[in-house]
């Protein structure tokens, strides 16, 4: 967790765990166990209400009856509706201070429980030297504002405060290892291999964090009609858990961030708040990162030296899956994502291990792009090319040479 910036860091035990939280058992008794014992509560004040109402309007006959009854029919009825509103509200506020870190609700209650302290201090002063029946509210609103001073400081410097106090490692051992190091990941970072080449060869060190509408942006892709862009970002889902269960520390930033504002802006604004560096794949991340004035890492700038190009000759097997745009091409893709076009090789589509052979190689935003041929029509070239002549061939030539 970051607690200055009001982040909330968690591990990743699997990314359907990030939005998909079991309800509590037995959490539906105890809110009905709430509502009903609140209930039974108003009920009781409406009864002793209406019993005051019924003993003022007549003290004999069948006036104070009819109060409490009347008292208790509306206390029933409103008990149960302001029960229910009261429960939700109060789960509402659970769940917000359940999201902020500890050391924010600490550093809140304290800072803010002595700006309430400061207030009724200075506020004496003037309830003694000042007769007057506004004093006493307005020694309320100073301590009142104080107070919320306080919170607010709290919640903002909570990491500060923590630290002072010399608990930050005890409310959460990894902010010290998180601020200042982290590296949060966009979707064009978490949709990319080199992300998960570099987690495997141990070079994230440091860990990395997603912010969960990345997460989420990912997941709804996955989930989208594009198939080539599903299965790229079903394959960032499956990599980020392989790094996680292979050792590497994963983190989920619940963030807020501003709204309405580009995914790149919206990461850029949770890197800056975090001291951390954003990894991104997208230029429009890195001019957002670099209008915040943040560091960013571009990996496909970085990898690109690193990784193997595919040189015009070299020869492997690819299964083609659908036709491509050009008449006769068949697409296929490669085990780290690459997509091959094979010309004249449209008949092969549904086929797997067709060996083709590297006639040339684009970059592009989405990767490397690799053109390719049959490899049974370079051999059969080549055998051509290197066959010697027939006779009948040799004799025309003898002819001609004659």
């Known amino acids: 967790m970051n607690a200055s910036s009001g982040i909330r860091v968690m591990s990743v035990r699997g990314l359907d765990a990030i939005d998909r939280r079991p309800r509590a058992p037995g959490r539906k008794s105890r809110d009905v166990v709430f509502v009903e014992m609140f209930r039974l509560l108003v009920v009781v004040l409406g009864t002793v209400a209406g019993l005051q109402v019924g003993e003022h309007v007549h003290q004999s006959g069948l006036a104070p009856l009819v109060g409490v009854l ?45 700006g309430l302290l400061l207030g009724l201090v200075l506020g004496v002063p003037m309830l003694a030297l000042v007769h007057s029946a506004v004093v006493l509210p307005a020694v309320g609103v100073l301590a009142w504002v104080l107070c919320f001073l306080g919170v607010r400081l709290g919640a903002s410097k909570g990491r500060d405060v923590a630290r002072a106090a010399g608990i930050a490692r005890l409310l959460d051992p ?89 995914t790149a802006e919206r990461v850029a604004a949770v890197a800056a708040k975090m001291g951390g560096r954003v990894v991104t794949c997208s230029s429009a991340s890195m001019r957002a990162a670099e209008e915040r004035g943040v560091a960013a890492i571009d990996l496909r700038s970085l990898a690109q030296d ?40 449209a008949h092969l589509v549904g086929v ?4 083709v052979t590297v006639s040339g190689t684009r970059r592009t935003t989405q990767g490397q792009l690799v053109f390719a041929h049959l490899a049974d029509t370079a051999l059969a070239a080549a055998s051509s090319s290197s066959t010697p002549p027939q006779h009948g061939a040799g004799r025309r030539s003898s002819t001609s040479r004659q």
């Open 70 to 114: 009347l008292g208790a029919a509306m206390a029933y009825v409103l008990g149960g509706i302001v029960g229910r509103v009261v429960d939700q509200g109060m789960n509402g506020a659970v769940a917000k201070l359940r999201a902020l870190p500890a050391a924010e609700v600490l550093a809140a209650a304290v800072v803010g429980t002595a």
């Open 174 to 262: 990894r902010l010290d290892h998180l601020v200042g190091e982290t590296l949060v990941v966009d979707t064009a970072a978490l949709m990319d291999r080199h992300l998960g080449v570099l987690g495997r060869a141990g070079l994230l060190g440091g860990g990395i964090t997603v912010p969960r509408f990345v997460v989420d942006e990912v997941r709804f892709l996955a989930e989208g009609p594009d198939p080539l862009t599903s299965r790229r970002a079903g394959r960032a889902l499956e990599s980020l858990a392989d790094l996680r269960r292979g050792g590497l520390a994963v983190a989920v930033a619940a963030a807020e961030a501003p709204e309405g504002a580009s």
């Open 306 to 345: 690193l990784v193997p190009e595919h040189p015009v000759g070299e020869s492997f097997v690819v299964d083609l899956v659908r036709a491509g745009r050009m008449a006769r091409q068949a697409v296929g893709y490669l085990d780290d994502g690459d997509m091959v076009v094979v010309n004249d090789a």
């Open 352 to 355: 797997a291990d067709v060996a």
